[in-house]
């Protein structure tokens, strides 16, 4: 089984919709980020979490919210979609040990019309 | 503030070539890590190799190495001998370490299409 999911892997939804994006690790890591791909633009952090009671604002949380439920979920809430936020969604974990490199989820594929 | 810069959109190799994939580092901070990432057709990020910014040997992993040069402040990353698996966007990203030793969050390029050629 994969360390760290992503559900759902593909979604479509409409402009005004609420939408989650829910992420679980495995890894038992304490921290955990929400990152969004565009194309030429690399990747992009919105939220972070270093642990449930630690939550913190990335390069572009506007029209975001996230909720850490427990040491190993994250979830990323669109309260209003709308059609720029259409992109790729990645969940990412990281422990203390090694040097700290991120382990990503495969990814959330999310389309607003 | 922390940038990454990667000049090339895209490359192409001819399969069991070696080919430098470009990155350029902006910080302040004199404490940093270097990191590639290959993201496949697929889409899922892989973790390849990291640098960091005090250790003295360029990092080297299997047939990904890091030429690193402080001075310059870049970090290519050199794929020796490329196979056809190795078509993929590849990501340069940076960690800093402000002066009080907390973390920065980690800063991805816009990333390099790969394609190595059969």
């Known amino acids: 089984d994969a360390d760290v999911t992503q559900t759902p892997r593909n979604r479509i939804t409409k402009t005004g919709k609420r939408i989650m994006l829910e992420c679980s690790q495995t890894?038992?890591?304490?921290?955990m980020y929400w990152y969004r791909q565009d194309p030429g633009l690399g990747l992009r952090l919105i939220y972070y979490?270093?642990?449930?009671?630690?939550?913190n604002k990335g390069e572009i949380s506007d029209g975001y919210s996230v909720s850490r439920q427990a040491q190993a979920k994250f979830s990323l809430s669109l309260e209003s979609a709308i059609p720029n936020q259409t992109a790729l969604y990645f969940c990412?974990?990281?422990?203390?040990?090694?040097?700290?490199?991120?382990?990503f989820g495969p990814g959330t594929r999310l389309t607003v019309l | 503030a922390q940038k990454i810069t990667q000049t090339q959109p895209g490359m192409f190799v001819q399969e069991k070539e070696a080919v430098t994939l470009d990155c350029t580092y902006d910080?302040?901070?004199?404490?940093?890590?270097l990191f590639w990432y290959k993201q496949p057709s697929s889409g899922e990020m892989i973790f390849l190799i990291y640098?960091?910014?005090?250790?003295?040997q360029n990092a080297t992993e299997g047939r990904y190495s890091l030429n690193f040069q402080k001075a310059r402040k870049s970090a290519n990353l050199v794929i020796s001998a490329s196979q056809l698996g190795d078509s993929a966007m590849y990501f340069c990203?940076?960690?800093?370490?402000?002066?009080?030793?907390?973390?920065?969050?980690?800063?991805f390029g816009s990333g390099t299409q790969l394609t190595v050629l059969p």
């Open positions: 910080t302040s901070d004199q404490s940093y890590g």
């Open positions: 890894k038992g890591h304490d921290r």
């Open positions: 990203a940076m960690r800093a370490f402000s002066s009080s030793g907390s973390a920065r969050q980690l800063t």
């Open positions: 990412a974990t990281a422990g203390l040990a090694g040097v700290g490199e991120q382990f």
């Open positions: 640098q960091g910014s005090y250790d003295e």
């Open positions: 979490s270093f642990d449930v009671k630690d939550i």
